[in-house]
T-cell receptor
């Protein structure tokens, strides 16, 4: 079992729709969770961080965390073609040493 | 405010040479992390450093790779006797505190001829 798992996609949604990206993790002790966006050939860009169960909203983005189910998701409302990118889920590693463990990423395509 | 600065952006080396990658963290950040992204693969943790200390090097290959973050100056990732398999994008990130979000630099694309 991979430590952080994401569906690689591609996930294709029409412009204006809601895109839902999912991630599961294996370490029950993880306390910090992050979503990064990476355009092709570019560096990861922080989108959201979430530390406690529930929802956290920032503009068109909502992160959801369920520690009991070891599940974290990212919703993108009113998806735009510029949202087309790879979305990386990252979880802090065992012992909260600062090490981030990344999923393989989900490629999102927003079609005009 | 300047973000994480990495240089060079692109580095070409021949097999057997040394590669030195530099990273200056965001001002005020004392935690530095190095990650490697191989073609068509995910980001993999390499090493976590604070000033003058290596905190976690569990992701570093046992040979040829070393990292430092001196009291003055940038963090350096050093790869000795490079091989073709070292070709990758190397990203540096920094954070103000260990459990806060990490911000990434633009990366160094290393190509081995």
């Amino acid at each position: 079992q991979k430590e952080v798992e994401q569906n690689s996609g591609p996930l294709s949604v029409p412009e204006g729709a809601i895109a839902s990206l999912n991630c599961t993790y294996s370490d029950r002790g993880s306390q910090s969770f992050f979503w990064y966006r990476q355009y092709s050939g570019k560096s990861p860009e922080l989108i959201m961080s979430i530390y406690s169960n529930g929802d956290k909203e920032d503009g068109r983005f909502t992160a959801q965390l369920n520690k009991a189910s070891q599940y974290v998701s990212l919703l993108i409302r009113d998806s735009q073609p510029s949202d087309s990118a790879t979305y990386l889920c990252a979880v802090n590693g065992p012992g909260n040493t600062g090490k981030l463990i990344f999923g393989q990423g989900t490629t999102l395509q927003v079609k005009p | 405010n300047a973000g994480v600065m990495q240089n060079p952006r692109h580095l070409v080396r021949r097999r057997g040479q040394e590669a030195r990658l530099r990273c200056s963290p965001v001002k005020g950040h004392s935690h530095v992390y190095w990650y490697r992204q191989l073609p068509e693969e995910g980001l993999k943790f390499m090493v976590y450093l604070q000033k003058e200390n290596i905190i976690d090097e569990s992701g570093m290959p046992k040979e040829r790779f070393s990292a430092e973050f001196p009291k003055e100056g940038p963090s350096i990732l050093r790869i000795q006797q490079v091989v073709r398999g070292d070709s990758a994008a190397y990203f540096c990130a920094s954070s103000r505190l260990v459990d806060q979000p990490q911000h990434f630099g633009d990366g160094t694309r290393l190509s081995i001829l």
